[in-house]
């Protein structure tokens, strides 16, 4: 894309817009996304499912980059280990093999699930994907992640992993529960399913995080996966297939319809036939969790109308500049579209729950 995303560092942290001191941020470029919200609109979204300990905040800017004016961007939040961010123990400062045995070893862990391989370390969940390692990382002066600390996760993702896809999975004890954090794994699949993002079915900007098991460790408190951050809606929400040289199968731009929870929909972007969301939806436990969950959020999701026309207003100057400086068309009627299409979603979802 010509219009291009940034990351960058700042020396110290700082508080930019509002969104907290922190020295990593993002600029989303949206470049896929001619309404410029969707981003924005799903993070919105994910604020209402407070089950997910950490939503990134994100806020519309102008970009002006070395004296060049790129456009209308959004700053936002970046994903990683921080107490502003993803709050869990950091495995750092290594030296010696200090954190290489329990229960230092057991966390935490950033991970996210990404075909690419695009991460310093990654592994297979068995025969399910490719999962990343996104902290903790290396490091020049060796407190970084070790060889232990990678074949620890590995392991353990791999255990969860086959219990999840084993024969006792609903078990109340000894199931997927013990492994995976529930409240967690039903607000994450319920803005998964309602968005849509093209990539959402663990084929990769899918995250999940890992907190350090408790010490002394008694039965049934061992520390357990936990779904999220979100991260990458540009290409969700109904995106036309004007963004793309391929038609996805599996209804992606209809409002109507499962993408994520039925193992035989007819969807390409899978790194496995059946993924952890097809799985867990196979248990009647979870399905009625999700049920019951949409019902207490459904107020909340329904003001995203609200939310957009807001924002649609804020940025409609920065908007009609993007436009013309990008060279594509009908902003109005994008938003408009979007709009539309996250009604029609909500309501979908409801008559199903």
Not at 108 to 133: C, K, P, Q
Not at 183 to 199: G, H, R
Not at 231 to 248: M, N, R, V
Request: hydrophobic share 40%; charged share 25%; with cysteine.
């Amino acid at each position: 894309m010509p219009k291009k995303p940034f990351n960058f560092n700042l020396d110290k942290k700082l508080d930019l817009c509002g969104l907290g001191k922190e020295k990593k941020y993002a600029l989303l470029a949206n470049a896929d996304d001619l309404s410029l919200l969707r981003n924005s609109v799903a993070m919105y979204l994910g604020s209402q499912l407070t089950n997910m300990a950490w939503v990134p905040d994100m806020v519309p800017v102008e970009l002006v980059l070395n004296g060049e004016h790129m456009g209308s961007y959004v700053l936002a939040e970046r994903i990683g280990v921080s107490t502003n961010r993803v709050d869990i123990d950091e495995l750092e400062d290594n030296q010696g093999g200090a954190n290489d045995n329990p229960p230092e070893v057991t966390g935490g862990y950033l991970l996210e699930w990404d075909f690419r391989t695009s991460n310093e370390h990654n592994f297979m969940a068995n025969d399910h994907g490719w999962v990343g390692i996104k902290e903790p990382e290396d490091e020049d002066d060796g407190s970084g992640i070790t060889d232990v600390q990678v074949d620890w996760i590995d392991s353990h993702v791999d255990h969860v992993d086959s219990v999840l896809f084993g024969p006792d999975f609903t078990d109340d004890a000894e199931g997927w529960q013990k492994y995976i954090d529930a409240a967690s794994a039903v607000d994450y699949y319920l803005i998964m399913e309602l968005t849509k993002p093209d990539d959402g079915n663990m084929y990769t900007s899918v995250f999940m995080y890992k907190e350090r098991d408790p010490d002394p460790l008694t039965p049934g408190d061992q520390g357990k996966l936990f779904l999220g951050p979100m991260w990458d809606f540009d290409c969700a929400l109904g995106l036309e297939e004007w963004a793309f040289d391929q038609d996805y199968p599996g209804d992606y731009q209809l409002p109507t319809g499962w993408y994520m929870r039925d193992e035989n929909l007819e969807i390409t972007l899978k790194q496995a036939d059946v993924t952890w969301f097809n799985r867990l939806n196979e248990d009647p436990d979870f399905q009625a969790m999700v049920a019951a969950r949409w019902q207490e959020v459904l107020p909340a999701l329904q003001t995203s109308d609200d939310f957009l026309a807001a924002q649609a207003e804020v940025i409609a100057d920065s908007a009609e500049i993007d436009v013309d400086m990008w060279a594509y068309e009908k902003w109005p009627e994008e938003v408009d579209y979007l709009r539309d299409w996250l009604q029609t979603r909500i309501a979908w979802m409801d008559a199903q729950y």
